[in-house]
């Protein structure tokens, strides 16, 4: 069954770190550009990060740069969301995607539209 699982949420204080993983059961992982979003209550998903098929490239929203370290291991058909300094306006339900049609569209790859292929989500609360 083609499917990504997200785990690694939970409840955090402010200045605090969660791990997030993304485990990958789809034969097309390491030719994927998987990327990570996130959905507040009453708020459209939003771009968190991505990183290209083979690792070497990765890019951020202006609003987790400098927090947030997106890493994978095709080895393990594994993406990680590494988030430090978290902040309570990072409370969201976070999403990993693959776009398994292509290795990389270049900036292309924050929109929610490149992606054919979801997790289920998995929560992340942060408290003041």
């Known amino acids: 069954q083609v499917q990504l699982v997200e785990s690694g949420g939970g409840l955090v204080q402010a200045g605090g770190s969660l791990r997030l993983s993304c485990a990958a059961s789809?034969?097309?992982?390491?030719?994927?550009?998987m990327g990570w979003f996130r959905q507040a209550p009453g708020k459209e998903r939003e771009f968190v990060a991505f990183i290209t098929w083979s690792g070497g490239s990765t890019y951020y929203a202006d609003y987790v740069k400098g927090r947030f370290t997106v890493s994978r291991e095709n080895a393990k058909n594994t993406v990680y969301l590494q988030m430090n300094s978290l902040e309570p306006e990072d409370t969201a339900v976070y999403y990993c995607?693959?776009?398994?049609?292509?290795?990389?569209?270049?900036?292309?790859?924050?929109?929610?539209?490149?992606?054919?292929?979801w997790g289920q989500g998995t929560q992340v609360t942060v408290s003041s």
């Open positions: 789809i034969r097309t992982f390491s030719d994927s550009t």
């Open positions: 995607a693959a776009d398994e049609r292509a290795r990389f569209r270049g900036n292309y790859a924050s929109l929610k539209s490149s992606y054919n292929l």
